[in-house]
């Protein structure tokens, strides 16, 4: 009750009622949003001016982030959504930050994970850079900044990623990577974590899953949405390739199902690593490349602000009745997060 008094002014209000006010919800968001444009404002400050600090500032950022979501998605039955393989690439990236900064083949293999994959993740999953939601922000922030962290490292003076260039008849020799650098590490990194994450999923909480449907997988939200590009990609193969009948949708629980996915995943690694050698051997592509999916966040959180958000933000408070707005409720919950589990 004392909590409760000295957030809500009454012993007796729930913090979680009084949370739900009109004024308040319109208060967590716009200092969300503020928040929101500061981090971008401090990351280009940091990337720009101070490029050497910039993978201890991503550290410290993604930590609390992570801390955040690890809270919020717990009491929303989401929690196995952190055992995506982007979590498991920033944990990479953590261990070259912090523990083995020197290790020449790791941060090349974190190159080719977070300047592949990670932002190919960006434009597939529509990530909105949406300054008021904090999952929005949290979700561009684990895709982006290991880009950005393996870009600045790559291309500085001296980078750990070439410490063999030298001149030769007066011509500097161009750092390459190869395609053991560029698809079969990264691969092998990848499988590690599918076994992993089958491991997991599959034979140590197989059970509770089993009897918690309600508990969300990625594997059970891309099967159940129809408008995600990788299901509508892959319902339409499995269906030309009579793995699937001409009606038949994904069953989660489906073995065959599972395997359609993981199958997925696989070609969709595959896919985004071809690249790598190019971006790698070339400045200017690879920064046009973060270029265009920074653009692209943008696109899509001004679509996000502009088609979905405003008119759900106003359904939001004139679905509440006159009582209810003078008491200063709103009938739903936070509109703060209201944007669904995955991105728009």
């Known amino acids: 009750k004392v909590a409760r008094k000295a957030v809500t002014g009454s012993g007796d209000r729930a913090i979680s009622d009084w949370a739900k006010q009109a004024n308040v919800v319109k208060t967590v968001d716009k200092s969300s949003f503020v928040l929101g444009v500061f981090l971008v404002c401090m990351t280009e400050y940091v990337l720009l001016t101070h490029p050497e600090s910039f993978g201890h500032y991503y550290v410290s950022i993604v930590s609390v982030m992570m801390m955040l979501r690890l809270y919020m998605y717990a009491r929303n ?157 892959a319902l339409a193969s499995c269906r030309a390739l009579g793995v699937l009948g001409p009606d038949e949708v994904f069953e989660p629980e489906a073995m065959k199902t599972k395997i359609v996915f993981w199958t997925a995943q696989l070609l969709f690694v595959v896919f985004t690593l071809l690249p790598i050698p190019l971006m790698f051997s070339s400045y200017i592509l690879n920064t046009s490349y973060i270029l265009f999916v920074l653009s692209a966040t943008v696109w899509n959180g001004a679509n996000y602000y502009f088609e979905v958000f405003a008119a759900r933000y106003i359904q939001k408070f004139e679905a509440s009745s006159p009582k209810e707005n003078a008491r200063g409720n709103v009938a739903d919950g936070s509109v703060s997060e209201a944007n669904g589990i995955k991105e728009d």
């Open 77 to 233: 039955k989401w929690i196995y959504f952190l055992l995506d393989f982007c979590y498991f690439a920033n944990a990479s990236c953590f261990v070259s930050v912090l523990f083995l900064p020197e290790n020449e083949s790791l941060w090349r293999l974190n190159y080719a994970v977070s300047n592949g994959t990670l932002l190919a993740a960006v434009l597939a999953w529509r990530n909105s850079l949406v300054f008021h939601s904090l999952d929005k922000v949290t979700s561009i922030a684990i895709h982006v900044l290991p880009g950005l962290l393996t870009y600045l490292e790559r291309w500085s003076n001296a980078s750990i990623m070439c410490p063999k260039v030298e001149e030769e008849g007066g011509v500097l020799v161009s750092c390459s990577l190869g395609f053991t650098g560029a698809l079969a590490k990264p691969l092998l990194f990848h499988s590690l974590w599918q076994f992993l994450y089958i491991l997991k999923t599959e034979i140590i909480d197989r059970q509770r899953l089993m009897d918690n449907p309600s508990i969300q997988t990625s594997l059970r939200w891309l099967t159940r949405d129809s408008k995600n590009v990788m299901h509508q990609i």
